[in-house]
């Protein structure tokens, strides 16, 4: 017989494993980047796996009303990256494909995030 997990599912699981996964989102965000953004909004992150950091940023700033001051900062640093990638795709420019690739997916990441934030109006 299967055990059935009855943990609670987070409310921002797809943005979390969007985040993860370099191959969707266009991204690397380290720990440290999830620590430092946790941070700025008031929340004392200790160091840990990606996963569990990004799940208790979005959770935890989501109960203490701080969200938009993540939102606001994880904006910030996909703006750094995709300007970052368009930099490197003038100078590099045998890898501009593979760069406009990771720019496009970075700034999709972005409509994610706003998406994923606003919640669904219907629940």
Do not use: C, W
């Not at 750094?80 to 890898?95: D, F, G, N, V």
């Not at 720019?103 to 409509?111: L, M, R």
Request: aromatic residues 8%.
């Amino acid at each position: 017989m299967k055990k059935h997990n009855h943990e609670m599912r987070s409310k921002f699981l797809t943005l979390e494993n969007h985040f993860l996964n370099t191959f969707f989102s266009g991204l690397y965000l380290s720990a440290g980047d999830f620590i430092r953004i946790a941070a700025v909004n008031g929340l004392d992150l200790k160091m840990h796996s990606r996963e569990m950091l990004i799940k208790e940023l979005l959770n935890e700033t989501d109960k203490l009303g701080t969200i938009g001051g993540v939102v606001a900062a994880l904006n910030r640093l996909i703006d750094e990256r995709i300007t970052a990638y368009h930099r490197l795709s003038l100078e590099y420019p045998a890898a501009r494909v593979p760069l406009a690739k990771l720019a496009q997916k970075a700034t999709g990441t972005k409509s994610l995030l706003a998406r994923d934030v606003r919640g669904n109006p219907y629940e």
